[in-house]
């Protein structure tokens, strides 16, 4: 498994915890709640090694990848109920395979808008990451 000991997705924890909070392993990658919770439900999957680009890995690691992006977006939809989910796929800055899973709601923060990648203005409490992933585990 190809790691890097400079990245959050790869080493987890203090790294990992400047933005998001690891909720389970799944087939070949692992799902992540984003702390900036301004679109609630908002996650990330990562895939399971340090690759930058999808064209890096093998057509049956890109289908079970996007699999993993499938089961978290139905584990979202089924939890949050949004109107849409939108799907990121960035990486200049930190160049490991993820995608972010973004549920939009009609009545909520940028809907019809630009997307804001990191908008800086809900984040929670323990409890309330706590429920937050407890609800999507119970869905995936």
């Not at 924890?13 to 799902?31: H, N, R, T, W, Y």
């Not at 990648?117 to 309330?128: A, G, R």
């Amino acid at each position: 498994m190809v790691k890097d000991n400079n990245c959050g997705y790869c080493v987890g924890g203090e790294p990992l915890a400047k933005f998001g909070i690891k909720i389970c392993d799944l087939e070949v990658s692992q799902l992540i709640l984003f702390k900036e919770q301004s679109h609630p439900g908002r996650c990330i999957v990562a895939y399971k090694d340090h690759v930058s680009e999808i064209v890096d890995i093998s057509d049956e690691e890109r289908n079970a990848f996007f699999a993993d992006v499938n089961r978290a977006a139905k584990a979202i939809h089924k939890a949050f109920n949004p109107d849409k989910v939108n799907y990121g796929a960035y990486g200049d800055t930190g160049c490991h395979l993820h995608m972010h899973l973004v549920p939009k709601y009609k009545d909520e923060f940028e809907w019809g808008g630009v997307f804001e990648m990191n908008p800086q203005k809900k984040f929670l409490t323990d409890e309330e990451y706590s429920e937050m992933i407890d609800k999507i585990k119970a869905c995936l």
